[in-house]
């Protein structure tokens, strides 16, 4: 399954495939269980919220830095 993850301002900034979190160029940047984020090493970092199947992913307002 792929969804596109969104800032918290809306735009668009990555891709969620499977387990995992890519940037826009496809680079596999995080991993992702439920709704956390975490970084390959294990730490816990963010979260996403669904918003609707419509609109993908959305991050919370902390973990726009995650995606500069």
């Not at 387990?19 to 439920?34: N, Q, T, V």
């Not at 390959?40 to 973990?63: N, P, W």
């Amino acid at each position: 399954m792929k969804q596109d993850v969104y800032n918290s301002k809306g735009v668009h900034v990555g891709l969620v495939i499977g387990p995992a979190i890519f940037d826009l160029s496809g680079k596999m940047l995080y991993e992702l269980k439920g709704t956390k984020i975490y970084r390959v090493s294990g730490e816990l970092i963010g979260h996403l919220y669904d918003t609707s199947v419509s609109e993908g992913l959305r991050l919370d307002k902390a973990a726009d830095r995650l995606f500069a």
